[in-house]
């Protein structure tokens, strides 16, 4: 089994920036690739940004050029740099593990509230 945990998020003001970690443990060889998501309230959950052990990376468009995803694997941990925060990104962020059996671990998620 895999577990993600979560830590950073927080309030902050507009223009700020955050960094959101992830930590996998137990069967992580079974990690397919790994990533960020968020989901504001009365919406849907929705990809931010995912990363595959080799370092290929996706982005929303709405998130590029501000949103920068990366990983330790020495330390098995991803992390999402957030720069230009925007009241509009405020929400719950969850890190997410895609199995190569297709199935799909959460972090237990992190409020990220951004004040103008």
């Not at 992830?22 to 960020?36: T, V, Y």
């Not at 059996?101 to 103008?116: D, Y």
């Amino acid at each position: 089994q895999v577990q993600l945990v979560q830590s950073g998020g927080g309030l902050v003001q507009a223009g700020g920036s955050l960094r959101l970690s992830c930590a996998a443990s137990g069967s992580i060889f079974n990690i397919n690739r790994m990533g960020w998501y968020r989901q504001a309230p009365g919406k849907q959950r929705d990809m931010v940004a995912t990363t595959t052990w080799g370092g290929n990376t996706n982005y929303a468009d709405s998130v590029k050029g501000r949103f920068t995803i990366s990983r330790d694997n020495a330390k098995n941990t991803e992390y999402l740099q957030i720069t230009g925060l925007k009241p509009e990104d405020t929400a719950v962020y969850y890190c997410d593990a895609l199995l190569y059996s297709g199935s799909r671990i959460w972090g237990q998620g992190t409020q990220v509230t951004v004040s103008s």
